[in-house]
């Protein structure tokens, strides 16, 4: 609610409400009222507040946009795609079924712990007393939620590069190479990230339109259709460096890329003026970072693979050095188990957050608080659903 007025024998209140829900209020306020209430929508120039509405099992995720910022009320809302695309980024860092399945395990510990708590914990207070300290409860059990197709989908990448904690699930003459997959097709994989960050880049200014055109800011619509094409011929342009291919104008896919460079480079300086060409480097680098997700993968599979190599050169060894083979082994698992925790988590949310956000969104949204008070000794008759 905004304003509340009131004299010895009226008031006067004014606020918001979810346009779907306009009916109903006004039905739940007139039949509380007796109808005695005098309810109309009034104009106002006033930035509405962001109600946010998503699929229920997708809702978790709101988590991740509101720690960003609230979209505003006008412009698209990206928790569905987070919903979609983190899960399958981290999966992909993390790339190790034996790393998934304990992610998992832990995730519903976690969220059983939450909604169960013990009468006496065997965790260390100083160990549960720190992870509460940088998050609440809810907060936590929301990101174990977050966690579990997260940790599923690492589960599938596993067993694709045949990884479980950095040993092969099936044998070798099955496989795809000798080598781990994400070590023996790196080329391969990089090509395949660029792709993916070309893709998102173009998503994410292709979404940066449509909101631009819905608020008719229409020349900074035009100029996204510039650095599309910018950002595609650049893609062009350095595919033909990688492979050879000449960069003269006389070879076709040349000659369209200086094309789309040439076109794309006019209409970003036409609408958006010279100094906007200072993000054409953060352009590539935005595309390029998205190779990330392959160098995160590669670092988890590459550490397992020497502590794992490690552990074995000493079970031929006396006792005493197999036991210190077995201790490397664990503590080298674990250790790679929190970055497995940790750097897929924040460098998954940071490629949607930064190289993907950037293009299309804008935020400070206000958030939309239904106007009420914690109930302590009445019922409650009217259930807003």
Request: glycine letters at 8%; one cysteine or more.
């Amino acid at each position: 609610m905004s304003n509340i007025a009131s004299s010895e024998n009226a008031f006067a209140v004014e606020g918001w409400t979810p346009e779907s829900d306009y009916e109903k209020v006004c039905s739940i306020l007139n039949e509380d009222s007796n109808n005695t209430m005098l309810i109309q929508k009034i104009e106002t120039k006033e930035d509405p507040p962001t109600k946010l509405s998503n699929p229920k099992h997708f809702r978790i995720f709101e988590f991740f946009i509101r720690f960003y910022s609230l979209p505003e009320e006008y412009e698209f809302d990206p928790t569905l795609i987070f919903a979609l695309v983190f899960p399958v980024f981290f999966g992909l860092m993390v790339g190790d079924a034996g790393y998934g399945l304990i992610i998992l395990l832990v995730s519903l510990f976690i969220i059983h712990r939450v909604d169960h708590p013990p009468a006496k914990s065997h965790i260390p207070k100083k160990i549960s007393g720190f992870i509460l300290m940088i998050m609440g409860k809810n907060s936590l059990k929301t990101l174990a939620k977050a966690l579990i197709p997260s940790s599923i989908i690492a589960i599938i990448f596993g067993i694709i590069f045949n990884e479980f904690f950095g040993f092969t699930i099936y044998p070798v003459p099955f496989q795809i190479s000798p080598s781990p997959v994400p070590v023996a097709h790196i080329g391969q994989l990089l090509v395949i990230s660029g792709y993916i960050g070309l893709g998102f880049v173009t998503f994410g200014f292709i979404l940066g339109i449509i909101n631009n055109i819905y608020i008719n800011h229409r020349k900074a619509a035009v100029a996204k259709i510039g650095w599309i094409l910018m950002a595609w011929a650049f893609a062009v342009l350095g595919l033909n460096l990688i492979h050879g291919i000449s960069l003269s104008p006389t070879n076709t896919s040349s000659m369209i890329g200086y094309v789309m460079l040439i076109v794309g480079f006019i209409t970003v300086v036409a609408f958006e003026g010279t100094l906007s060409l200072m993000e054409i480097p953060s352009i590539i680098s935005h595309v390029l970072s998205y190779t990330r997700i392959v160098g995160i993968l590669l670092a988890s599979v590459v550490l397992a693979l020497v502590i794992n190599t490690v552990f074995r050169a000493t079970l031929s060894d006396p006792f005493y050095f197999i036991i210190l083979g077995i201790l490397i082994l664990v503590v080298g698992q674990l250790f790679n188990l929190v970055i497995a925790v940790f750097e897929p988590g924040i460098q998954g949310a940071r490629l949607l957050y930064v190289e993907f956000f950037s293009k299309f969104y804008f935020g400070n949204g206000k958030p939309f608080s239904p106007f009420g008070s914690n109930r302590r000794f009445t019922l409650k008759k009217f259930d807003r659903k």
